[in-house]
């Protein structure tokens, strides 16, 4: 079963539902839109658990295919809650969207992979850059290399990775933006010669071909790699902190199960994100794979999302670096950690 059969079989990516009947209890009703990684996990386990109803929350998800996609979402009101990518989160303040990141969820959680045709290429003692250059000089083009598009984490580390770490010459390569589910085809379809994945999309495809190789991990991607973070618009903020704080406690406890018990939280995560129908090992495996760092505290990712901002104006995707005055709120976690979760 592939992602997007698992993905169209659940609930349309346009339109918010219930992921269960336990939803339909009493409470602050929160419209959480999300993209189906493995980084969104903990929100998950903390609904799958009763810990989100405990807050006081009646939650409803929506899938995007990327954070850039969401903001419409979320400067229009219709969603409450965002779980996906930090990067287009200051671009949405500068714009006037009132949005405030709580928790972060997963780190480092975007890889680099290459399929059979480019994977042969990088042997052993061989860089990036001439495994690139000796695929063009044998097949006469550049390899084409999918990611997500302008302006989100995936596009951007790739970039960084490419011409800051790799040193690959631009005439090698060619990047190509589309959604997280088109990116796991082109793969498996040998229509693209390398991606940036996140689990569990890379789980799947290499159990479907292990010919697919993992090339570079998400810190050698880009220093400290900011990855999916929970935020909130201010309206929902203002009308439910405690609701918001009791959210954040468990996040913190979700991450705590996922790390010491992840097969008792891959059935909510696999409920989520395969809609039942994906092998609950399978989920398991990318719930602990070198992919899957879970981390609950903002502070952590506050640098590494001022250097990846840097990053982008850089690469023109753009304008100028904006302030993140007012993007981070961290005492929920605080409260948290002092509070025991």
């Not at 000089?137 to 302006?151: D, E, N, V, Y």
Request: charged share 15%.
């Amino acid at each position: 079963m592939d992602r997007r059969q698992f993905l169209l079989a659940g609930s349309s990516l346009l339109a918010a539902a219930p992921l269960s009947g336990a939803f339909a209890q009493a409470g602050a009703a929160a419209r959480i839109g999300y993209i189906p990684v493995i980084g969104t996990a903990p929100i998950f386990v903390a609904n799958g658990e009763g810990w989100l109803k405990d807050a006081g929350l009646t939650p409803t998800f929506t899938v995007f295919e990327s954070g850039p996609n969401m903001i419409q979402a979320l400067a229009s009101g219709t969603i409450d809650l965002y779980v996906a990518g930090i990067a287009p989160l200051a671009v949405a303040r500068s714009r006037g969207v009132d949005i405030r990141v709580v928790a972060a969820t997963a780190i480092a959680e975007n890889v680099f992979v290459a399929a059979p045709a480019l994977a042969k290429f990088f042997t052993s003692g061989t860089t990036a850059a001439a495994a690139f250059k000796a695929h063009k000089a044998a097949t006469g083009k550049p390899a084409r290399l999918a990611t997500q598009p302008a302006g989100s984490v995936p596009n951007t580390t790739l970039q960084y990775w490419l011409w800051e770490v790799a040193k690959a010459d631009k005439a090698d390569v060619e990047v190509l933006p589309m959604g997280i589910d088109a990116t796991q085809q082109a793969v498996l379809a040998g229509a693209v010669e390398g991606a940036i994945v996140r689990e569990p999309a890379l789980t799947i495809i290499q159990t479907r071909n292990p010919g697919i190789k993992l090339i570079a991990g998400g810190e050698e991607l880009f220093p400290g790699q900011p990855g999916t973070v929970v935020a909130a618009s201010g309206a929902f903020v203002t009308k439910n902190p405690d609701a918001v704080q009791k959210l954040v406690n468990s996040l913190v406890r979700a991450a705590d199960l996922i790390a010491k018990s992840p097969e008792n939280a891959a059935p909510h995560v696999g409920a989520a994100l395969g809609k039942g129908i994906v092998d609950p090992e399978l989920i398991q495996k990318a719930l602990v794979s070198p992919a899957s760092k879970f981390q609950i505290d903002p502070r952590v990712i506050i640098e590494p999302s001022r250097a990846m901002q840097a990053y982008q104006v850089k690469l023109g995707s753009l304008e100028k670096e904006l302030p993140f005055d007012g993007l981070f709120e961290t005492q929920y976690y605080e409260r948290a950690i002092k509070a025991g979760g």
